[in-house]
């Protein structure tokens, strides 16, 4: 049996090691061209090429709020997995164990069980999902606070009560849903069922600010999530401030999910399937490479997914139902293999 010890094995290692920032590199440019091109396919493919006709700033307009979109929710939904990943120390668990979709779909049902489906369109703006935002972050923030602040308090219970709060809205929606007409049930359905094309252009700017504002204090963490990702002793040892940073975490992981779900719907396994592949390919562990990576590969695929379904099966609208379909597949495949939790 070959000596590992050996010169030509630890040559042929540092070699390995040597080429490994050329192949992340590669990746990430081969990612880059594929977001580049499958924007570039979004904006142009069967659009008249005359800017003098009339539809066609219309049709430009309309698919640069579906590129917009796409790029926000995907930026969300990837650096909020990884970030909740990072935190918890579980690579199974996603955001929405912690009842944020099922928040979102308890607040819809109510604001059409009390005042009737008209209320969806009526009270569409930016308040409401200034509201509905401010809601979702604020209950984050208390439930973590408050677990947190006890000498007991630790993840494990955190996430034990975000998923008995999960189950109970989720039954809450279910009652309120099932005393709904046919028609305020078909209304509500519409805008529960996760699509890009949900989107209300007036809300982007809005969006990229606060996700720019979140991604970037993310960014400033990225040493800091190395550190946490060795669990609480570990970086406890190594001066971090492990509860503060946590809840930080947390509250920054519920911005960025409620941006994500007040755009277009609860997407649950959409952000696991990303993170799971990015730490499979960025080729690195560290949060530096897998965030923005994880990101990419996100905007890659609902692009490409987008451009896919729209203008070849002409199916747009199932892009969500696929991901959610695979993904799940994919959790089971994942949580098979793995062995458990």
């Known amino acids: 049996m070959a000596d590992t010890r050996s010169p030509s094995v630890a040559a042929a290692r540092s070699r390995d090691v040597a080429r490994?920032?050329?192949?992340v590199r590669l990746r990430f440019a081969v990612l880059g061209v594929v977001v580049l091109a499958a924007a570039a396919l979004l904006l142009t493919w069967s659009i008249p090429l005359d800017p003098a006709q009339r539809g066609y700033w219309i049709a430009v307009d309309l698919r640069l709020t579906a590129v917009a979109t796409v790029a926000i929710v995907a930026c969300c939904q990837a650096v909020?997995?990884?970030?909740?990943h990072t935190?918890?120390?579980?690579?199974?668990l996603t955001p929405s164990i912690m009842g944020?979709?099922?928040?979102?779909?308890?607040?819809?049902t109510a604001l059409v069980f009390f005042f009737g489906g008209a209320a969806l369109a009526a009270t569409d703006g930016l308040l409401k999902v200034a509201l509905q935002s401010a809601l979702m972050v604020g209950f984050a923030t208390l439930l973590y606070g408050w677990l947190f602040a006890g000498k007991r308090g630790n993840l494990h219970i955190m996430l034990l009560i975000g998923?008995?709060?999960?189950?109970?809205?989720?039954?809450?929606?279910?009652?309120?849903?099932?005393?709904l007409t046919p028609s305020d049930f078909d209304l509500l359905s519409a805008r529960l069922f996760g699509n890009l094309s949900n989107s209300n252009p007036e809300y982007l700017p809005w969006a990229a600010v606060i996700v720019t504002i979140v991604l970037a204090l993310v960014w400033r963490r990225?040493?800091?999530?190395?550190?946490?990702?060795?669990?609480?002793?570990i970086s406890t040892n190594l001066g971090v401030a492990y509860k503060r940073e946590v809840i930080v975490l947390l509250v920054l992981v519920a911005v960025l999910i409620s941006v994500s779900t007040t755009l277009v719907g609860p997407m649950t396994f959409f952000g696991f399937i990303v993170a799971t592949l990015a730490?499979?390919?960025?080729g690195s562990s560290r949060h530096a490479v897998v965030l923005p990576f994880a990101a990419l590969l996100g905007m890659a695929t609902?692009?490409?997914?987008?451009?896919?379904?729209?203008h070849v099966f002409a199916a747009a609208g199932m892009l969500t139902v696929i991901i959610e379909f695979a993904g799940g597949l994919f959790f089971i495949i994942y949580l098979l293999r793995k062995g458990g939790l």
């Open 20 to 23: 490994r920032p050329a192949r």
């Open 80 to 84: 909020a997995t990884v970030l909740f």
């Open 87 to 92: 935190v918890t120390g579980n690579r199974i």
């Open 100 to 108: 944020f979709d099922a928040l979102y779909v308890v607040m819809q």
């Open 163 to 179: 998923i008995v709060l999960g189950v109970g809205f989720s039954s809450l929606s279910t009652v309120m849903q099932r005393l």
């Open 222 to 233: 990225r040493r800091r999530l190395d550190v946490l990702a060795l669990g609480r002793e």
């Open 279 to 282: 730490y499979q390919l960025a």
């Open 302 to 310: 609902l692009l490409v997914g987008y451009f896919v379904l729209r």
